[in-house]
């Protein structure tokens, strides 16, 4: 497939400079007296114009047809829906306006490319096309606003309820920790303070003193139970960072100093998502590409890599030093029994540091 | 205006004064002189800032591969030719900072301003010479405090161009924020000195020294684009020296400013209070007008140029003064669409989401004027035209996905991705770029007294703009995939496996475009020296720099200085035989000004 890309490029690329020898020929026997576009110039920029604009057009549905597979699958948490519907409907609005406008550009580029026996039509304003210009963006962006305050406010209310769990995410240079309440489903306090208490068995900084905080669980891996809501809530306890989990439409900055949040359901498990079509067909090309690698790998003698089975992933997404392109954990969706089950072998925070 | 004092004060000068070497090409307080400086040292920083992406690009697209070169170029932050990620940390970062600050601030408004406010206003040069000449050499000595921080022994910053602390400020947390990031902020420090001067100039100038019969609704566009760039510049500069001060304070007086309860190395720092979230506020409140800064005279030369080129009057003169107005006010109230997801109350990521998209509108109202602009016109499709051209295609296309970065909604998912770098290098980045190209190929005889090459300039202008899309198209797909920017390799993911041929694709484009400037490079330094001599005006272009004399001289015309009687955009008016009718034409008996 590179090959056939490379191929294509190349082809752009010689026919590209073929064109542009082209315009150095057409304009090179007639002595040039002047490095003023003449009419000659006019005629093959204006043509060249016209070009480019397919150039765009064809760009663009290459790209759609080429990697339109790359885009993340449809969203896992119950907010994501909202939030696919607002993004396709925008781009179904842009993709609009780019087709109209480049096309208006480039066309009015060629079919007006100068003469020198014509004049162009002296026209200094209108303001009736004027006002045509501001008000329909004004419509459209003013329903585009509306559309977008309504689903942010949607997903940035965080009410606690009873329903809902808890869970911390516990950013450091370069990894993620997640921190359940227990069976009291509160937190208990923490500061960077305490890292240093029980040689360095506090990994999060819990606060001792706090009853709540007894009961905590740290762990490395997030797993969420599905349908429930989750609200996270973020520390840092060095630079800054960012809890991205794309495949839940979610980020928030976890930033030193302060608790942020955010809050999503997660509505299909990983098992679920891994029989996902897209997903299915996403994780077998990226199969492929490995199989490749590793054929290159093991020729050098290097270990071949492990294929790829789908899981979510937490990723950082604020630049935070040296390791920031590999700062993640796994997040497992699962169902509410495999959930507890899982929960119930992990040790609480006073169990851990005896 | 003092038109009489100022003749004297030119006589002054163009008789009695014999200039030196020194005072006439190194400290002149000629505009003229100092435009050509502020657009050669531009040049100079433009080309070390894409030679920097051009090596990062290699990393993306080929992760971990040796290259030889690299070695050589970087020492032992490169062994055996693999950048270290630290580098590549501080490559992204100085590419930024030069790019933004350097080429597409001081290099391209620095320039134009300087060049075309005197010559366009019809003065003798800016209100205060030596004040102007201070701001160039500021801009010099920012220069190269920028460039000796790339040989410090841990490396220049590192943290982004954004320079978020605490990773800015802690020297542990990141090699680069030791010495390095002192010398950032003590250049950026003297560039915004340097800048505010030069802005303080531009206002003044344009109140102060317009030549009769030039009113503030006759101004060509350009100039309204750099007068009411150099506001922007005076509201928001100060607000960057001020987070740049106090980040000083916090990295080397103990101050805790922006530091909070942080461990970091096993060890417990002693700050307690600050927040992070305060220097993303008064960062952005310079950051984001900044991007205007950048596009705004940009947009300016645009809107000359295209009228010019297509021989026909800009379309809607008072909306585009209006939607640069309406630009310049709401820039100043959307800063914070760039930390919707900083930890800041929801409700603001609201309002700026409100103020974020009004900005579309009159974006929105300048790209249709610039279309119509070309309607039934007789384009003459110069170098300079293309790159026009191209700026309102990259405008539009970069501006569209703003539609979804400025709604707080949509920018969870994309927010610092691929995707805002796609976005802002189309709409601000590219753009910017091609007004710094058409402003060059444009006003070259103005400043060099010669042509540039056209042939040169057409091969300079497709590459460049084939491979722009190029690179910057499937960029999208790459941050719709999820791919965080700033990552070293995307190798530690296998889910970002299948990306890897689009890096692939993106990296060859920008090296061709990239060596595509090369051409650039040549035709303007082939043309200083023996490019073809110039006649007075050469695009046949309204406006008052071309009634001054080819020949440079400290006060630009022989004599009196010409008055103004009409606008700058009488193209092919009905009634006159030739095409164009520059500003110091007399109206006929009869005839109407159309616009006032």
Sequence with gaps: MTLLLSLILLILVTISIWQLTKILELSQPKKEETQVANDQDNQTQGVLLFAFLIFIYILTIFSFWRWGDVLLPEASSDHGALYDNLMWLTFAIIFFVQTITQALLHYFGYKYRGKKSRKAYFLADNDRLEAVWTII??????????YGLYTWTDIMTIEENEDAIVVELYAQQFNWKARYAGKDNVLGDANVRFLQDFEGKNLVGIDITDPNGLDDIVTQELHLPVGKEIIFKMRSQDVLHSAYMPHFRAQMNCVPGMITEFAFTPIKTTEEIRMDPDVISKVRKINEIRKRNSEELILNGEEPLDPYVFDYVLICNKICGVSHYNMQMKIVVETQEDFNSWLSNQQTFSQFIQ | MSNELDHTHDEDHGHHHKETFITKYIFSQDHKMIAKQYLITGLFMGFIGIAMSLIFRLQLAWPEKPFGFLELLLGKWAPDGVMDPNVYLALITIHGTIMVFFVLTAGLSGTFSNLLIPLQIGARDMAS??????????????????????????GPAAAGWTVYPPLSALPQAQPGSGAGMTLWLVSMAVFIASSLLAALNYVVTVINLRTKGMTMSRLPLTIWAFFVTAIIGIVSFPVLLSAALLLIMDRSFGTSFFLSDIFIQGEVLHYQGGSPVLFEHLFWFLGHPEVYIVILPALGITSEVLATNARKPIFGYRAMVASILAIAFLSTIVWGHHMFISGMNPFLGSVFTFTTLLIAIPSAVKAFNYITTLWKGNLQLNPAMLFSIALVSTFISGGLTGVI??????????????????????????????GLFAGVYHWFPKMFK??????????????????????FFPMHFIGMAGLPRRYYTNTAFPIFDDLADINVIITIFALIAGAAQLVFLYNFIHSIFYGKKTVQNPWNSNTLEWTAPIEHFHGNWHGEIPHVHRWAYDYSKPGYDKDFVPQNIPLKKGEEELQH
């Design chain 2, 450 to 471: 010669r042509m540039m090459n056209k042939n040169l300039g057409y091969i300079h202008f497709w590459v460049t703009a084939i491979c722009a899309y190029g690179v």
């Design chain 1, 137 to 146: 963006p004004t419509i459209v962006l003013a329903g585009l606003i509306l």
């Design chain 2, 405 to 434: 970065l400025g709604d707080s909604t949509l920018d969870i998912n994309v927010h610092d991705t691929y995707f805002v770098v796609a976005h802002f290098h189309l709409v601000m980045g590219i753009s910017a770029l091609y």
């Design chain 2, 129 to 154: 010479g030596l004040l102007n000449m201070f701001s160039y050499w500021l801009f010099f000595i920012s220069s190269l405090i920028m460039t000796i921080s790339l040989f410090v022994e841990a």
